[in-house]
C-alpha cells in the first residue's frame, strides 16, 4: 500500500497526469473506469482563482465517483499560492497539487510551472506558502530541472521533503527539451534510491505500453507511475498495465464495442457537465485519438465533426460496430502537431 496523507492507494498505484483541455471530469470518468488509482484536475492558475476567473473556477469541478482526486494549482506568487490552497480546500478534494513541471512560455514566462525550476529556493518557499495554507496533503509534480547544465532533482526532492510535501511526481525531462527526445528515469531512480527520502515518488514519461511500465517499476524502484499522453484515445493503458503486473500476460485489447462504448459514455459525460451544444463541440476534439489506427476512418471522424445531436452521434457510432466487427488496430499513442501538445502533460 502507498500512502499520501490519509489517502491509501495500492502497492503500485497509476495516476493520471492532469492535462489542459484533456483531463476534465469527462475524461477522468473513462480513466476511472478503466483503473486509475489517482486523478488530478486540470491545472489551475492562483492568479485565476483569486480574481474568481470562470475557466478556473470550473476547474475545480469534482465528483464522489472520481475520489481519491487532487486538484493542481500553478503560481510565482507566495502569497497567491497560499490564497488558491484555501481557496482550492473549500471543495474538499483528496489533496493539493503543485505544478513546477509545465514547460509551455505562457505558463514559464510569469516564473511559474517549470519557470521556478531555475530558483529553488523561491520552489520552497511556494511550496511552504501551499502546505501553510491547507489541511490537505501537499504533493508536486517536477521536472529533472531547467537543462540539463541544472539537474538539481536530488536537491529539490530533499528540500520539498523538509517542508511538508508528501508525495513527489517527476517527470524525467528537463524544461529544456520540453516534450522531445526519450524520458531519462536515471535520476529519478537516484531520488527514489535516497536514504533521506521517505515520500512516495512517482516516476512520468514515456510510459506507452505495459511492458515498459513493468520494465520501469523494477529498475528505477519508483512507487507508482503517472501516465499522461499515453491515455488520451486509450484509457485501456490503465487496466492492460494492472493485468500484466500481475500476470505477466497481456490483456485482450479493446473491441469496437468497448471503444464505442467509451466514446458514448465520455460524450454523455461532457454533455452533462458542460451543457448538449458545448459538451458535443468540446468532445469533437476526442474522436482522432479514439479511432487511431482504424482502416477508412477519415469518413467517419469527418462526419462526426459536424453533428449536433447526440441521436445523430450515435446512429454513426452504431454504424461504425458493424463496419469494424472484428478488427483490432495496432496501439498507437496520442501524437500531436510540435508544439501543441497537451499542456503540461507531464
Known amino acids: 500500500m502507498v500512502k ?10 497509476l495516476l493520471l497526469a492532469p492535462m489542459e483541455d484533456v483531463s476534465d471530469p469527462p475524461f477522468r470518468a473513462v480513466c476511472k473506469d478503466n483503473g486509475t488509482d489517482l486523478m488530478y484536475t486540470e491545472f489551475i492558475s492562483s492568479e485565476g ?16 465517483e472520481e475520489r481519491p482526486v487532487g486538484i493542481q494549482i500553478f503560481g510565482g506568487d507566495e502569497e497567491a499560492m497560499a490564497m488558491s490552497a484555501q481557496i482550492v480546500s473549500t471543495v474538499n478534494p483528496d ?32 511550496t511552504e506558502a501551499v502546505v501553510r495554507g491547507t489541511n490537505l496533503p501537499v504533493t508536486v509534480k517536477t521536472r529533472l530541472g ?22 513527489l511526481s517527476i517527470h ?17 531512480g537516484k531520488v527514489k534510491e535516497n536514504p533521506r527520502i521517505k515520500i512516495p515518488i512517482f516516476g512520468n514519461g514515456d510510459i506507452d505500453s505495459p511492458e515498459k511500465a513493468v520494465e520501469y517499476k523494477n529498475r528505477y524502484g519508483v512507487d507508482g507511475l503517472m501516465i499522461g499522453r499515453a491515455a488520451i484515445g486509450y484509457p485501456w493503458i490503465f487496466r492492460e498495465i494492472k493485468h500484466f503486473e500481475k500476470t505477466g500476460e497481456y490483456l485482450a485489447p479493446p473491441t469496437i464495442q468497448e471503444r464505442i462504448d467509451v466514446i458514448k459514455k465520455h460524450l454523455t459525460q461532457s454533455m452533462k457537465w458542460k ?7 468540446e468532445m469533437r476534439r476526442h474522436y482522432a485519438n479514439y479511432l487511431k489506427g482504424f482502416p477508412s476512418v477519415k469518413e467517419f471522424r469527418n462526419i462526426l ?42
Not at 49 to 64: G, N, Y
Open 305 to 346: 465533426v459536424n453533428l449536433k445531436t447526440y441521436p445523430e452521434i450515435e446512429e454513426v457510432l452504431d454504424k461504425m460496430i458493424v463496419r469494424y466487427d472484428g478488427f483490432i488496430p495496432d496501439r498507437i499513442m496520442a501524437s500531436y502537431p510540435e508544439g501543441n501538445e497537451p499542456s503540461c502533460s507531464i
Open 95 to 126: 489533496l493539493v497539487d503543485i505544478n513546477f513541471g509545465c514547460p509551455v512560455k505562457k505558463v514559464v514566462s510569469k516564473g511559474a510551472g517549470a519557470g521556478v525550476l531555475k530558483d529553488i529556493d523561491l520552489m520552497v518557499r511556494l
Open 4 to 13: 499520501i496523507g490519509k489517502i491509501e492507494l495500492p502497492a503500485f498505484p
Open 49 to 64: 482563482l483569486i480574481r474568481d476567473a470562470i475557466k478556473s473556477r470550473q476547474k475545480l469541478d469534482i465528483f464522489e
Open 146 to 167: 531547467w537543462d540539463h547544465d541544472s539537474l538539481n532533482i536530488l536537491e529539490v526532492a530533499e528540500r520539498l521533503q523538509d517542508v511538508g510535501i508528501q508525495a
Open 172 to 188: 524525467g525531462r528537463t524544461r529544456a527539451q520540453m516534450y522531445k527526445g526519450h524520458a531519462d528515469w536515471t535520476l529519478i
Open 275 to 281: 451543457g448538449d451544444t458545448l459538451g458535443i463541440l
